[in-house]
């Protein structure tokens, strides 16, 4: 197999200038939607990609959970190599890609983390296992073997048996990332994508343009 003859040819919509919402956040929602309709496996999963302060860029996969206030908010372990690059440098981007819409979103902007208050009512809806889990893993650090977490997980289980509710780790929680940049990709035929994007002005505003392919 030659990697390099693997390709697909896009045409089963097209992106205008004239089609998009005003506001970004609104056609991203849109899209969102219809990546739901369709059944797009999981629509929220998005390349969050940060810098190290050696300037070396990271990125990995996270879960949208929520956009709200004009943030993109996702939660993690504040202590992992994610955390620790988004306190030196709250720049970040993220990137989602529906291929079976042949569409890819990217947007930019900066990261705060969310109150206290915000990550933990999202800590306490998500699963046991999940609350659990947070305990159990130090996010990004070395560990000797797979027997080591299950170890703890059952530690952790029974140091947490008797309680009503699973207190949240202080190290644990929620980010927002409000954009400066978002652009709307489709794929099209011949490689001649369209793609729209959106840049904030120092008042607030959003101008919109169209970029070469």
Same mark, same amino acid.
């Given at each position: 197999?030659?990697?390099?003859?693997?390709?697909?040819?896009?045409?089963?919509?097209?992106?205008?200038?004239?089609?998009?919402?005003?506001?970004?956040?609104?056609?991203?929602?849109?899209?969102?939607?219809?990546?739901?309709?369709?059944?797009?496996?999981?629509?929220?999963?998005?390349?969050?990609?940060?810098?190290?302060?050696?300037?070396?860029?990271?990125? +990995?996969?996270? =879960?949208? %959970?929520?956009? *709200? /206030?004009?943030?993109?908010? &996702?939660?993690?372990?504040? $202590?992992?190599? @994610?955390?620790?690059?988004?306190?030196?440098?709250?720049?970040?981007?993220?990137?989602?890609?529906?291929?079976?819409?042949?569409?890819?979103?990217?947007?930019?902007?900066?990261?705060?983390?969310?109150?206290?208050?915000?990550?933990?009512?999202?800590?306490?809806?998500?699963?046991?296992?999940?609350?659990?889990?947070?305990?159990?893993?130090?996010?990004?650090?070395?560990?000797?073997? +797979?027997?080591? =977490?299950? %170890?703890?997980? *059952? /530690?952790?289980?029974?140091? &947490?048996?008797?309680?009503? $509710?699973?207190? @949240?780790?202080?190290?644990?929680?929620?980010?927002?990332?409000?954009?400066?940049?978002?652009?709307?990709?489709?794929?099209?035929?011949?490689?001649?994508?369209?793609?729209?994007?959106?840049?904030?002005?120092?008042?607030?505003?959003?101008?919109?343009?169209?970029?070469?392919?």
């Amino acid at each position: 197999m030659n990697i390099a003859d693997l390709r697909e040819e896009y045409s089963s919509q097209v992106l205008n200038e004239a089609a998009v919402e005003k506001d970004p956040l609104l056609q991203f929602n849109k899209w969102f939607q219809e990546a739901l309709e369709v059944k797009v496996k999981e629509p929220n999963a998005m390349t969050l990609s940060t810098v190290s302060p050696d300037g070396q860029p990271h990125g +990995r996969i996270v =879960l949208l %959970k929520g956009l *709200e /206030d004009g943030a993109f908010q &996702f939660f993690t372990n504040y $202590e992992s190599h @994610k955390g620790k690059e988004l306190a030196q440098n709250n720049r970040a981007s993220l990137t989602f890609f529906w291929a079976d819409l042949e569409r890819q979103v990217r947007i930019e902007g900066s990261v705060t983390k969310l109150t206290e208050a915000a990550s933990s009512r999202y800590y306490h809806s998500r699963p046991l296992g999940s609350q659990i889990g947070a305990w159990v893993s130090l996010q990004s650090e070395s560990i000797p073997d +797979r027997a080591f =977490l299950e %170890k703890k997980t *059952e /530690d952790f289980k029974m140091k &947490f048996s008797g309680l009503a $509710e699973i207190p @949240k780790p202080d190290y644990w929680g929620g980010y927002g990332l409000v954009p400066v940049l978002v652009e709307f990709w489709q794929g099209r035929p011949s490689r001649l994508h369209d793609r729209i994007v959106f840049k904030k002005g120092a008042d607030g505003s959003w101008r919109i343009e169209r970029l070469s392919p």
